[in-house]
């Protein structure tokens, strides 16, 4: 039967439509359109003979073009021939191409002609047309695809790929083809062995043609890609492609080590103005082409992860392993500036949460968790930046988050139970109410006890509240008044609680539901609620009554979270594991994983020797005025500071806490910064170092949205402009005179606020005594402390020649000064005097150093002093009786200079001894260490006081994730007030009180205190309400971050991520910086005097500075007292909730 | 009822003694606190009978808390959601219960007895908490009907609950101790002091008699399944014949649904990871792909 017999029936309809395109009617009769190709061809067929024979030119090439544009058209429009065979029967066209191979003819007399580009564009374009729009399948015949390969290759060098020119044509014809093979997988089959013939064993022309467009921008990336995508999911189930994939193209190699080249194009620094900002939304990065480069490509991989063949699954997986995140990432993440770390660990979140793919997510735990980078995993870097100055917390906690959100064993293991496991932080006796919960509310009790009692303030009458509000306001406001006999619970409402626990506990039929849609307990009522509670409230009174709100937000926390959870391997019971199996967790590190990045800090000084020295110090000067800059009024939040350390060794007790015995620490603690570079070696910074980052925490931050939003307590931020425009040099020559002045009024602004707190608290004697007693410290002698540097590893003594400037500028300032203030104060000066005039933009690139690398060098410096304390104080701890001891007083006297020269005649290590003779070395490596995070959680939440704002909204959102986890282990240790802790493992509850009492003492001082906290709390209502109403949907579940992210309403992706390479930019930052040093000591300066020289008129700076103090006192109030109704919320909701059982395998 | 309670004060001390597996001194020995975590259940709480002192960690929980020694409605509720979830947690077998819908003080429940004397017997029942809970008396336990048994009182069908906790103590006496213990006592017969001295006498001397006794009450209690509860209460349990249009429904369901989270995000995030090898506290332990490093 030829092929015109069977374009004959198309008059009996139907068949022939059966696979038309409704939207493309064929006009022409099919019979028609063959002779129309026919003669096209013998015409075309003519030239081409011509050609083979010797002769022909450009009018032939022109000619043969028309026809075969002609041809390739009729083709495409072709119907199939109908008929009930599958796939359906050629058309006829088709059949006389096939029968001639009228395409390879064509395709070889190009090729033989010698293809000029233009007329491979023309090809391209051709066969793309012709793929893209054929009725019938084309691919499946040879007599197609050949000529298609043939193309192919021959437009492609082997070596030098594809000219740009026809990039674009050829990618989408590419595309075209996997289009249509995925519409017909036996193409690929195909494609396969012709591939083999055609190009040797080992090409699949298709797949190799595209890979190397796999990282473009723009469409033809994306088409690429997609195009990719489709053939790896064809082949998801074909063996031998697989295998192909992995053995014979570098597909995995090029896209893993294409995210590197990726990676390395990411700004190194970014660049935003929010105080809030922490974490990169997608308006954040949209906006910047080269993370979206990056972006595409990362999804690539995950989409590529997620339906490939397990064996190219695999094989990307090892490449971005050991590809990407090994060589890029983890050396990305440890960089020495500031900038970059904060940059690296957004990106890491971003990307982390980006990432769907379980198995990709789980190469970057893995990376995470396990792989290790000069010594120290990523996650004890990680985790050591939580401690650190604003920015790079606010985003180290941000990625905290982002990592808690997966639930992930294997991470809480590393990060949390580990340290539980082996049960040795509760007493012994105690070890079996870890699985308790708090049946009978006592834990929410005492939560909700601690709630500042100047935070209970309500403003309007609750007259016109609705009877629930009140009623629940009534019980939290005073769970104590409630008289002893209770009258039954008269609304029935609240009791549609207990719908959810029957309808899952298999106990009784459906229950009617009338009666609940208007319960504020009923899980389903009216709207989504925001993610926090409080950010719903109006004004105090409401947010008393919220409740209800927060038990909600802990049901579902808890829910989602056990539900989560449900695989996980042992249910952390304190029982399984066992804790007689548990391997004992790390000790608390010996070194200091962030001092790891002190050296590489200063790794040019290494290699330049001394007069680069000069010069890298120079660069940490400029980068810290820089660093001034940015935050603005450090100086004003530095009594501050001392404040908080005065209160920070509170004890556990109450009536303990508001002892001002404590106050010795800050005098003794940052005077021996001048000693970090040996003694810091041997111990954790994160624990307990967070008091002395709050210097720099965040606080010129509040500024900013102080003065949008709240007119009563606005401050101005004044920028010296006058300063900034003097000259570089006039700048430099300013720094002697100015530097002088600061650490003078520093000192005299700590004296003053010393004053105060005496006055009002009414200090214990040994107050007095402890003001006096740091003043030996300082005269420690460098030449002592030089031995133990010795000790240390090189880098450390490299370090410690780098540091050794304070230690001079200390003995200086022992003369002069009674306390420890100045000491950080003298290492700004003397860095600052060893300024070159020009400012220096830095190191070789200028980002290698930045503002916030010197803090980081400075709390170093002081977290290596306070370490030390730390340990004294564990020695203390451990030997008291936690009944009858008095911490507060003991500490007072263990740290007390006097035993310090001691400590500088002997190495750190020996010192432990000294401290407490009466133990043995080594036993404080046998104490129950609770872990590097909930250590650095515990440290930051103590010091809440001192953080911004949007710390603390962070800090807190990540204690209540780590809440929610229903492993009794980790519940216990944080919910479960009423457990004996070993007296060395501090408590959340401890750590709440103490903040408790910082915050009435506080209020008790200041008269407005209530007013101030009533404007916080409107404005964080007012704000939440702004955040709430910008999107409800599509909120990624960061909880409250995401409020704060999206109260940015314009994008950032115009302000971010810019380099700042600039010298006059880095000369600005300087001029600015120092004017706030400037500014910082003047308001010191007048807040010293403002006690001694009353009515003299306080500056406005000095306004500033403790406007700052109080607001963020006072925001800290708001969100303590919302924080522990979240707690509380999460212990009675702990004791009501179901477990899940894991599932059977079936979802995974 | 007063004389009631002191009858049975009494009488619960002895019996206890005589019929539990250790008396006071071995319980004050080992103080059970309800292991919520396994499946198997002492018959019935062995903490039932008061100890003079409480054990360690109890008395440590109890130390702290003194200052808001009081609870209020608020914790009170929350405090019988979590008796109740305890009980869910304890799958008590045959025993069905269901706070009411007016108070979280009242539940209703339902025993089902499967074997022994009483089997088949489907005994419909109101458990009621005092509300000074947990600081009261021990919840009573009202059959709607009285049932034909040495414990349960002729007119007014309460079980005598207080033998078996003639002191509530928080923390180591719960609800669903209760429960179990209204199980046990028709697979125990228990005569001494009875609160129904005809049932008692005959099962010590007619055992005979006695059975037939009970068949009748077992069959009335059946007969009278399908009355409409005692009390009106939306969450009130009621039978109904079968009627496959509304029961097969729910059965299914009952047998498919699968507990998810209220309000789970949609296209949530990958989450509930976990590599770690059960018995290993090794992260990624359980290797599924060779990764080399």
């Known amino acids: 039967m030829s092929w015109l017999s069977r374009i004959t029936p198309r008059g009996t309809g139907g068949r022939t439509d059966r696979n038309a395109a409704p939207s493309s009617p064929c006009t022409a009769d099919p019979e028609t359109c063959l002779m129309v190709f026919e003669n096209h061809w013998r015409q075309v067929s003519w030239v081409l003979e011509q050609r083979d024979s010797g002769a022909g030119g450009a009018d032939d090439l022109t000619a043969v073009r028309n026809h075969t544009d002609q041809m390739l058209c009729l083709l495409a429009e072709e119907r199939p021939a109908g008929g009930d065979s599958d796939p359906p029967a050629m058309g006829p066209i088709l059949q006389l191409v096939s029968s001639e191979n009228i395409l390879e003819r064509l395709v070889q007399w190009h090729i033989r002609r010698g293809l000029d580009p233009d007329s491979q564009m023309a090809l391209l374009k051709l066969f793309e047309m012709l793929i893209g729009q054929s009725h019938q399948p084309l691919l499946q015949h040879t007599s197609v695809l050949q000529p298609l390969l043939m193309l192919l290759g021959a437009c492609v060098d082997p070596q030098f790929g594809c000219p740009s020119n026809l990039e674009a044509s050829l990618v989408l014809l590419l595309n075209q083809v996997c289009v249509s093979m995925a519409r017909q997988p036996a193409v690929l089959e195909l494609l396969f062995r012709c591939g083999a013939v055609q190009q040797g064993p080992t090409n699949l022309l298709i797949f190799s043609l595209l890979v190397p467009f796999i990282h473009r921008d723009g469409v033809l990336g994306q088409q690429a890609r997609d195009a990719l995508l489709l053939v790896m999911a064809t082949s998801a189930s074909n063996h031998a492609v697989g295998r192909y994939i992995t053995e014979n193209s570098y597909f995995c190699p090029v896209l893993a080590t294409g995210l590197s080249a990726l990676y390395s194009s990411l700004p190194r620094k970014i660049e935003v103005r929010g105080d809030d900002w922490h974490a990169l939304r997608r308006e954040d990065w949209m906006g910047v082409p080269s993370l979206v480069l990056f972006m595409n490509s990362l999804e690539f991989c995950n989409a590529v992860v997620q339906i490939t063949h397990p064996l190219v699954r695999c094989q990307l997986l090892d490449y971005l392993h050991n590809g990407f995140l090994v060589p890029v990432m983890g050396p990305a993440l440890h960089k020495s500036s500031v900038d970059e770390m904060i940059a690296s660990t957004a990106y890491l979140d971003l990307f982390l949460r980006s990432i769907t793919e379980k198995s990709l997510l789980k190469t970057f735990l893995r990376f995470i968790l396990l792989h290790r980078h000069d010594n120290d995993t990523i996650l004890d870097t990680l985790l050591t930046r939580i401690s650190s100055n604003s920015r790079l917390c606010m985003v180290s906690l941000s990625l905290f988050k982002t990592l808690l959100s997966f639930n992930c064993e294997d991470l809480m293991l590393q990060l949390v139970l580990r340290y539980l496991l082996p049960c040795t932080h509760v007493m012994l006796s105690q070890r079996r109410a870890v699985r308790e919960t708090d049946l009978y509310g006592k834990s929410a009790d005492k939560f909700l006890s601690l709630i500042p009692e100047c935070c209970r303030i309500t403003t309007a009458p609750s007259g016109e509240r609705e009877e629930e509000p009140a009623f629940w306001g009534k019980v939290l406001g005073s769970p104590t008044s409630e008289s002893p006999v209770h009258p039954r619970p008269s609304t029935p409402s609240r009791l549609a609680l207990f719908i959810r626990q029957q309808s899952s506990g298999g106990a009784g039929n459906p229950s009617p539901s009338s009666g609940l849609d208007n319960t504020p307990s009923s899980p389903r009522s009216s709207v989504p609620s925001p993610n926090s509670p409080m950010h719903q409230q109006p004004d105090a009174s409401d947010a008393e009554s919220g409740y209800l709100e927060y038990l909600r937000d802990a049901r579902r926390g808890i829910e989602l979270c056990s539900w989560a959870c449900r695989n996980w391997s042992a249910p952390y019971d304190g029982e399984n594991p066992s804790p007689n199996a548990a391997p004992s967790p790390p000790p608390p590190p010996t070194s200091n994983p962030s001092l790891s990045m002190v050296p590489e800090h200063f790794s040019m000084q290494q290699r330049g020797g001394l007069t680069d020295a000069a010069q890298q110090r120079a660069a940490v000067v400029a980068a810290a005025r820089a660093e001034w800059s940015s935050s603005e009024r450090n100086s004003g939040e530095w009594d501050v500071t001392i404040t908080k350390n005065c209160i920070s060794l509170t004890p556990r007790s109450k009536k303990r806490s508001l002892l001002p015995s404590s106050i010795p620490m800050q005098p003794s603690s940052l005077p021996s910064s001048t000693t970090v570079p040996l003694l810091g070696t041997e111990e954790p910074t994160g624990s307990h170092t967070a008091p002395h980052r709050a210097l720099y925490n965040g606080t010129g931050q509040v500024d900013e949205r102080v003065d949008s939003s709240d007119g009563g307590m606005e401050v101005k931020k004044v920028k010296r402009d006058a300063d900034v425009t003097d000259g570089d040099s006039s700048m430099n020559g300013r720094v002697g005179t100015g530097s002088i002045e600061s650490s003078l009024t520093l000192q005299g602004g700590y004296r003053d606020f010393h004053t105060a707190s005496t006055t009002v608290k009414k200090p214990a004697p040994s107050q007095v005594q402890s003001n006096m007693l740091p003043q030996p410290q300082p005269q420690r002698s460098p030449p002592i402390l030089q031995p133990s540097s010795q000790e240390c590893n090189p880098s450390e003594g490299q370090r410690s020649t780098s540091t050794s400037a304070p230690s001079t500028a200390d003995t200086t300032l022992t003369t002069c000064s009674t306390h420890g203030l100045e000491s950080v104060e003298s290492l700004i000066e003397e860095l600052l005097e060893q300024t070159p005039s020009e400012p220096q933009p830095g190191d070789s690139n200028g980002q290698g150093i930045s503002i916030e690398a010197f803090h980081q060098e400075l709390r170093e410096l002081e977290e290596q002093v306070k370490a030390r304390k730390v340990h004294t104080r564990s020695f203390d701890e451990f030997s008291q009786d936690p009944l009858t001891a008095s911490p507060g007083a003991n500490r007072a006297d263990e740290e007390c200079p006097p035993l310090e020269p001691e400590q500088g005649g002997a190495g750190e290590s020996k010192t432990d001894g000294m401290f407490s003779p009466a133990r043995p070395l080594g036993q404080p490596l046998a104490q129950p260490y609770i872990g590097p995070f909930m250590t650095v959680l515990f440290s930051k939440l103590e010091s809440m006081m001192q953080n911004s704002l949007y710390v603390n909204i962070l800090l807190t959102g990540i204690v209540f994730q780590l809440a929610c986890y229903p492993q009794p282990l980790l519940r216990s240790f944080l919910l479960n007030t009423n457990m004996v802790f070993q007296p060395s493992v501090k408590s959340l509850i401890q750590v709440l009180g103490t903040v408790k009492n910082r915050i009435e003492a506080f209020a008790a001082v200041h008269e407005d205190f209530p007013s101030m906290l009533r404007k916080a709390r409107r404005f964080l209502a007012a704000r939440g309400k702004l955040d709430w109403a910008d999107s409800p949907t599509a909120v990624p579940p960061l909880r409250r971050s995401d409020s704060l992210v999206k109260s940015r309403k314009p994008s950032l992706g115009d302000l971010i991520l810019r380099h700042t390479n600039s010298p006059t930019r880095a000369r600005h930052a300087a001029q600015a910086a120092l004017a706030h040093v400037r500014d910082g000591g003047q308001s010191l300066h007048s807040a010293l005097f403002r006690g001694v020289v009353a009515g003299t008129g306080a500056s406005g700076l000095e306004k500033q500075a403790e406007a700052l103090r109080v607001k963020n006192t006072v925001y800290c109030a708001v969100i303590f007292s919302e924080f522990l109704k979240e707690l509380a919320a999460l212990a009675q909701e702990h004791a009501v909730a179901m477990p899940f059982p894991p599932s059977q395998g079936t979802e995974e | ?293």
């Open chain 2, 1 to 293: 009822m007063n004389p009631f309670w002191s009858m049975s004060t009494n009488a619960g001390r002895k019996r206890t003694d005589g019929e539990e597996q250790g008396g006071p001194g071995e319980q004050k020995a080992s103080p059970v606190r309800p292991s919520f975590g396994k499946k198997q259940l002492p018959t019935i709480p062995k903490n039932a009978v008061p100890v003079t002192k409480p054990s360690s960690p109890a008395s440590a929980t109890q130390a702290t808390n003194g200052t808001h020694a009081s609870y209020g409605p608020f914790y009170l509720e929350y405090s019988l959601l979590a008796e109740f979830t305890l009980v869910i947690k304890q799958k008590l077998p045959g025993i069905y219960v269901q706070p009411s819908y007016r108070s979280a003080l009242m539940w209703f429940g339902v025993i089902f007895i499967r074997h022994g004397l009483y089997q088949d017997g489907v005994f419909k029942f109101t458990v009621y908490i005092p509300d000074n809970y947990p600081d009261g008396e021990c919840p009573r336990v009202v059959f709607d009907i009285p049932v034909f048994h040495p414990l349960v009182d002729p007119v007014s069908g309460e079980l005598d609950v207080r033998r078996a906790f003639n002191k509530w103590r928080r923390n180591h006496n719960h609800i669903w101790q209760v429960l179990m213990y209204a199980r046990t006592v028709f697979y125990k017969i228990n005569t001494m002091e009875p609160l129904n001295p005809e049932a008692a006498v005959l099962y010590d001397k007619d055992v005979q008699l006695f059975k037939s006794k009970v068949v009748d009450s077992v069959k009335l209690c059946n007969s009278h399944l399908f009355d409409q509860p005692k009390i009106d209460d939306p969450y009130a349990i009621s039978f109904s014949p079968w009627n496959p249009a509304v029961h097969e429904e729910a059965k299914e369901k009952m047998f498919t649904h699968k507990r998810r989270p209220e309000d789970q995000p949609k296209g949530l995030q990958v989450s509930g990871l976990s590599w770690v090898k059960p018995g290993s506290t090794q992260p990624f332990s359980k290797e599924e792909y060779p990764l080399q490093t």
